[in-house]
């Protein structure tokens, strides 16, 4: 009744000599745990006016959470040279399976092997470099062009002994294949949803991958570009003998028929897996046969949506399955007359045949691979000295700051960016007009650099924090596929943006610093910026900890104005008697140390008394009579400032270090997400 798997020995026996992978799963099963959705006002409203019996029930279904199988015991094979489609209903478990195949999220049980090898935890690290997978959001540095996202891309996946020029011909080619030459240097962001699925999928061909899984990606394109797009993927597994593995919607008859293989799902189970021709003779068989004309995917995805609901109109089918699958079963099962088309074709399905079938083809072709290798010390050489990464740590390192200087420069140095540290600097600047250096201007001086310093730590936290979610996405996808070392990524992220994020204090403190009349020296004035950027790298490190490990952006937005408004009222802003006991927390804030470190600067000589009253106790009551001056040391002192210049500059370079580092554990701890 049903298509067997089968092994193609040729290829087999050939694969492990090529790169071939013939993919193999069975009884893949996948749970999610959904929490209960009677929670919060439907609670309280129904709860109200429940009797005690309700109440019960209800208590429980609250506290409770469900388990939903998302896989239920998936069983099929992908050989090279084949395309094999994967069909089904919204909801129906293909993403979730093309999930599980990739080896980038986990499955509670069944196998998954490569040429009969199940792969375990760390066979997968080591192959995840050969399976390619473009899942249905395009996932890029978006500031970039096509042709910059292909070439670092080769030149971070490719083996670094290849000469560039070559590297810079594989990317042409793609460029050509894919039909991307026009819009070679066009920022992806400005691309059509088509062109973006290309360089999608292009970015991934580069890397030569044996195994490319792809999740709907003809799903906004044109009729043409779908069929072309479809049309490019058969020819990379017939020429290339690459095993690719697609998910479509609703292919054309003509595209449906060119599939190689087709495995369809429903709510999780496999209710097809075959040939398409065949597809139409089983569908004969359980007498559900596809009306002459009509087209075979949109009748499949007919059957396979109709549920009770919608069950009036499938009456013919239900009882046309019905009696195929319960023939001898008389009137027993009444019930099952009533259930819906997809129920019967999933009941219909004989799974556990199919498994037991790809099992022993793995371990057929295990044994052949064993024969293979026994007479190949050269392959087992080759395994040892397999790495994950096809480029060195200094490598990934410059490339990356390349790809980010590139990439801060579009999202850094942005005009908005630049007129608004323009327009900050010329407004302080005019508030601040010339102050004269003396008793009156004390204060002012030191509000001047409160604002200064505490405005680009919050700037560079909220920045940060709001920026980094989006490229953790694409750092999380590239380390999915072994592009780079996780600290090489944050050296070059570190170091790259540095001059870009400078950039900015110091439009601001050139235009404030001198408008305000701060002081003549010239060293003073880049000893103050000095001090802005740093207090920028501070913040930046806390926005990078709270965006690497909050992935819900409400939470960390939260999170974000607690820390910061927290770290600004421990640092003593505003409250002079902070308890003893919390008295610790000044030592964490990094507007403490940026404030204290440039008002030590700023105040760099004595100051004239000028009667004003302001520094009463050290230039006394009417200037006059008293002090001329008050020295700079008593000035500091009765403004609060603690620490030298240097302890707080490295102070501010300790919080701009270490917090980025826990980022870096964080994201290292973390996995690619599934949706
Ligand atoms: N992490 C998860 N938590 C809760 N439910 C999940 C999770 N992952 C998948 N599901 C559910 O599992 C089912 C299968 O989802 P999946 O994305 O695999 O379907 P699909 O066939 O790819 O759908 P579509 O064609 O709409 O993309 C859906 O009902 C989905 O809501």
Redesign the pocket.
């Known amino acids: 009744m049903m298509q067997a798997t089968d092994t193609n020995s040729a290829t087999s026996s050939s694969s492990a000599a090529s790169n071939s992978f013939h993919l193999r799963w069975s009884r893949l099963t996948k749970t ?3 929490a209960n959705e009677n929670k919060g006002l439907m609670r309280g409203s129904v709860a109200g006016g429940a009797s005690s019996a309700n109440k019960d029930s209800l208590k429980e279904s609250t506290l409770t959470s469900s388990t ?1 199988i ?1 896989l239920d015991a998936v069983s099929g094979s992908a050989a090279p040279g084949q395309v094999l489609a994967l069909m ?12 599980s195949l990739s080896g980038r999220t986990v499955y509670e049980s069944g196998d998954l092997s490569i040429n009969g090898t199940t792969l375990t935890p760390q066979a997968k690290k080591r192959l995840l470099t050969k399976i390619a997978y473009v899942k ?1 959001a395009d996932i890029f540095f978006s500031h970039l062009s096509v042709r910059d996202q292909l070439t670092y891309t080769a030149m971070l996946r490719l083996p670094q002994d290849l000469p560039t020029a070559h590297k810079v011909e594989e990317v042409e080619k793609i460029l050509d294949m894919l039909r991307l030459t026009h819009v070679a240097e066009s920022p992806i962001h400005l691309l059509s949803g088509g062109e973006k699925k290309r360089t999608n999928i292009g970015t991934e061909l580069l890397t030569d991958p044996s195994v490319l899984l792809l ?2 990606p003809t799903s906004g394109l044109d009729s043409t570009s779908a069929v072309s797009l479809l049309q490019m993927l058969q020819h990379l597994a017939k020429q290339h003998q690459k095993t690719v593995i697609t ?1 479509i ?1 609703q292919p054309s008859s003509r595209v449906f028929f060119s599939f190689d293989k087709l495995m369809l ?1 429903a709510q ?1 189970n496999v209710v097809y897996f075959g040939t398409p021709r065949h597809s139409l003779e089983y569908l004969r068989n359980v007498n559900l046969a596809c009306p002459d004309g009509y087209n075979a995917a949109d009748h499949w995805m007919d059957i396979l949506v109709k549920s009770n609901s919608a069950s009036s109109s499938t009456k013919q089918d239900q009882t046309n399955l019905t009696t195929l699958t319960e023939q001898d079963s008389s009137d027993a099962d009444v019930e099952d007359s009533f259930k819906p088309s997809n129920q019967l074709l999933i009941e219909a399905w004989d799974n556990e045949s199919i498994a037991t079938q790809v099992d022993e083809d793995a371990k057929k072709h295990k044994e052949q691979q064993a024969a293979l290798q026994q007479d190949s010390s050269a392959v087992h050489e080759k395994e040892k000295k397999f790495s994950k990464y096809n480029t060195s740590w200094t490598m990934q390192y410059r490339i990356l700051v390349h790809r980010a200087l590139k990439n801060s420069r579009s999202a850094i140095f942005t005009p908005i960016n630049l007129i608004k540290s323009a327009a900050l600097g010329i407004m302080v600047g005019c508030l601040y007009f010339q102050m004269p250096y003396t008793e009156a201007s004390v204060f002012d001086r030191n509000s001047f650099f409160f604002f200064a310093m505490t405005y680009w730590v919050f700037d560079a936290m909220f920045n940060a924090m709001m920026a980094f979610p989006m490229e953790r996405i694409v750092i999380l996808k590239e380390r999915s596929s072994g592009a780079y070392h996780l600290s090489a990524y944050f050296m070059a992220k570190t170091t790259s943006e540095m001059p870009m994020r400078m950039a900015l204090p110091a439009i601001y403190m050139t235009i404030s610093y001198w408008m305000a009349g701060i002081s003549p020296r010239v060293d003073l004035f880049f000893l103050t910026t000095l001090i802005s950027l740093l207090s920028v790298i501070a913040g930046e490190s806390i926005g990078l900890l709270i965006g690497a490990s909050i992935y819900d952006m409400e939470t960390a937005m939260a999170t974000m104005t607690v820390m910061s408004l927290g770290l600004m009222l421990f640092g003593g802003f505003f409250i002079e008697n902070v308890p003893f006991w919390l008295t610790w927390g000044k030592y964490l804030s990094p507007f403490k140390y940026s404030f204290d470190a440039s008002r030590q600067l700023v105040f760099d000589r004595p100051v004239p008394c000028d009667g004003s009253g302001q520094l009463e106790r050290l230039c006394g009551l009417s200037g006059a009579e008293n002090n001329e001056f008050a020295s700079s040391e008593d000035v500091i002192e009765a403004l609060g400032v603690q620490g030298s210049v240097l302890f707080n500059a490295l102070m501010l370079l300790v919080i701009g270090l270490v917090p980025r580092f826990i980022a870096y554990l964080a994201l290292r701890a973390k996995k690619e997400q ?2």
């Open positions: 999610v745990q959904l939903k998302i089904g209903p919204s909801g129906s478990g293909k993403t979730s399976l093309l999930n249905q999740d709907e998910s919607h799902l999780g599934d949706r």
